[in-house]
């Protein structure tokens, strides 16, 4: 089996919006004093808006989150997430994830290391926008079989809307990872829908799926449901609180998981 710590079908956050793949908490208790510490690092952190899925992030602006808590895709232990992304030019966006599994003793790092591309295709008078994004990542410090390097290509769109339904947006892509290594390739895809209830308080339901692209292989795979609610705390800044539950999977636990997390852009 892979060591499944990749942040998977993951949109990116969207522009004049809260993020789509959101740094957080697996669970209350254990990790609560992590949680702690990484909302006083995100506190000494500056911020503008967040960007993501199809929407690119404004030349210069970048943005930021941070995490620990248990592994989300297949209970690896505790692992520590970020993310990045920068606008480095009008409609490009660059950025990174970085999943690294954690333990209490001082170990070397080990983990999983992407960086990405995304470029925005179109963009539409009534709020539409389409890009394409190339991925390219690998894990380092593990065994050579848990997560050889991989090269992926999406596809995504999204709409933001006005009038009556101003502040709600929606949001889609499409994916194919390719693996290395005889591993079998992925096939991703998300689908999003959200609204600012108010001012400072965001809510949005996902679909996120990452399947084995390779129907005869015993690989991992996920299909699961997220519920999301973000209130602004303070300018640029957000607490996110984010339900997770598999709808189904492959090599998966069952259970519902609540994840918190912070979000920094500037």
Same mark, same amino acid.
């Given at each position: 089996?892979?060591? @499944? ?8 956050? *969207? ?7 959101? @740094? ?8 609560? /004093? %992590? ?6 690092? &995100?506190?000494?952190? =500056? ?6 899925? =199809? ?8 943005? /930021? ?6 592994? @989300? ?8 997430? %970020? ?10 966006? $660059?950025?990174?994830? $970085? ?10 790092? *080990? ?17 539409? $926008?389409? &890009? ?19 090269? /992926? ?38 689908? &999003? ?10 809510? %949005? ?22 519920? /999301? ?5 303070? =300018? ?7 339900? $997770? ?6 090599? %998966? ?14």
């Amino acid at each position: 089996m892979r060591f @499944p710590m990749r942040i998977r079908g993951g949109a990116r956050p *969207a522009l004049g919006r809260a993020p789509l793949v959101f @740094p957080a908490f697996e669970r209350l208790g254990a990790s609560a /004093t %992590m949680a702690l510490v990484w909302l006083a690092v &995100a506190f000494a952190l =500056p911020s503008p808006p967040a960007q993501a899925g =199809p929407w690119t992030s404004l030349p210069g602006a970048s943005f /930021t989150s941070v995490t620990s808590g248990m592994d @989300p895709d297949g209970r690896t232990g505790f692992r520590r997430d %970020m993310y990045y992304e920068h606008g480095w030019a009008e409609a490009v966006t $660059v950025g990174f994830n $970085v999943n690294e599994q954690q333990s209490w003793h001082d170990e070397p790092f *080990a983990g999983r290391v992407e960086g990405f591309l995304r470029q925005r295709v179109w963009q539409g008078a009534a709020g539409d $926008v389409a &890009a394409v994004q190339v991925e390219f990542g690998g894990g380092l410090g593990l065994a050579e079989e848990d997560d050889r390097p991989d090269a /992926t290509a999406r596809i995504l769109y999204g709409r933001g809307f006005g009038g009556p339904l101003k502040g709600a947006w929606i949001e889609g892509g499409l994916g194919w990872r390719r693996e290395s290594g005889g591993d079998s390739d992925r096939a991703l895809a998300t689908a &999003a829908a959200g609204l600012h209830v108010t001012r400072n308080l965001m809510a %949005m339901a996902a679909l996120e799926a990452d399947l084995r692209g390779d129907r005869g292989s015993e690989d991992w795979e996920v299909l699961r449901l997220t519920a /999301t609610v973000a209130h602004k705390f303070r =300018p640029g800044a957000r607490i996110a609180f984010r339900l $997770v539950a598999p709808v189904m999977g492959r090599r %998966m636990e069952d259970g519902v998981n609540l994840r918190i997390g912070v979000w920094r852009s500037f």
